[in-house]
């Protein structure tokens, strides 16, 4: 493991941490939203620097960035699931 990857790692997770603690506390509804938004972009990202050491990957296209967008961090996990389920490399 590089030093350019482990500091990635560590900063993306801290980001990470970090937007999850603060959507929890965050009393509107498009602060909400948007934080629902940047955690999915955020799990998205942590997958895309995580894949080589876990083999975990999505393919960043159109279709999971929206999903990352609208749906959050729920909606990766539903990507990942379906990914399982259906098989799809």
Do not use: D, E, H, Q
């Not at 998205?44 to 990352?68: D, E, H, K, Q």
């Amino acid at each position: 493991m590089t030093k350019l990857y482990a500091v990635t790692l560590f900063f993306g997770l801290v980001s990470l941490l970090g937007t999850a603690a603060g959507a929890s506390k965050c009393k509107g509804a498009f602060t909400k939203a948007l934080s629902a938004s940047v955690c999915g972009v955020g799990m998205l990202g942590v997958l895309a620097v995580m894949a080589p050491y876990s083999g975990i990957t999505l393919s960043l296209n159109w279709f999971t960035s929206f999903v990352a967008v609208v749906l959050g961090a729920p909606g990766v996990v539903t990507l990942l699931l379906l990914r399982v389920l259906f098989g799809v490399a």
